[in-house]
């Protein structure tokens, strides 16, 4: 039996919500490599086969923020995905909002992960001068920089269903 796109997204959506759902480290861990191996398989699916089909699904990409996102995004496969968070800062404080007053759960500090900068480290992590795709890695880290890196992991997650959805 072929998974569909519907399935894929679904599981996408329930790797997400596992994550939003994690009570450990451990599961955190494991609810974020799904998720991003989830996102690099509906992004294989709609990148397509043949150069036609992978250009049409790059210039879609690049339209759209959740586009560029996503692209940002499946840099992280094949790698410690783990490594490139941490605790989004600044924990509640009487000066920051309360769970109560945020526009959304997954924006809670001091509850949730937020992606690392794309700081110099990041890059040299993420970008192998080695592979064969590093001129497509260098594109894809220019769209992490400023819309992943330092942002909120469920966030981002979010805008990626969001670009994968407007596909199918």
């Not at 410690?80 to 009487?94: E, G, N, Q, R, Y």
């Amino acid at each position: 039996m072929a998974t569909t796109v519907q399935d894929m997204l679904g599981d996408f959506e329930a790797a997400i919500q596992r994550l939003r759902d994690a009570d450990d480290t451990t599961e955190e861990r494991r609810a974020l490599n799904e998720a991003i191996n989830c996102l690099y398989m509906l992004r294989s699916h709609f990148e397509g086969k043949t150069k036609q089909e992978k250009d049409a699904y790059y210039a879609t990409a690049d339209a759209s923020t959740d586009g560029r996102v996503s692209e940002g995004l499946s840099l992280l496969r094949g790698r410690m995905v783990h490594d490139f968070t941490s605790p989004l800062t600044p924990k509640a404080t009487p000066l920051v909002p309360g769970k109560h007053l945020y526009t959304s759960p997954d924006l809670l500090t001091g509850e949730n992960l937020s992606w690392l900068r794309g700081d110099s480290d990041v890059e040299d992590e993420l970008v192998d001068k080695t592979r064969s795709s590093y001129k497509y890695d260098v594109v894809r880290f220019s769209y992490y920089k400023p819309l992943v890196g330092g942002h909120p992991v469920l966030q981002s997650l979010g805008q990626a269903l969001d670009f994968f959805k407007s596909l199918a």
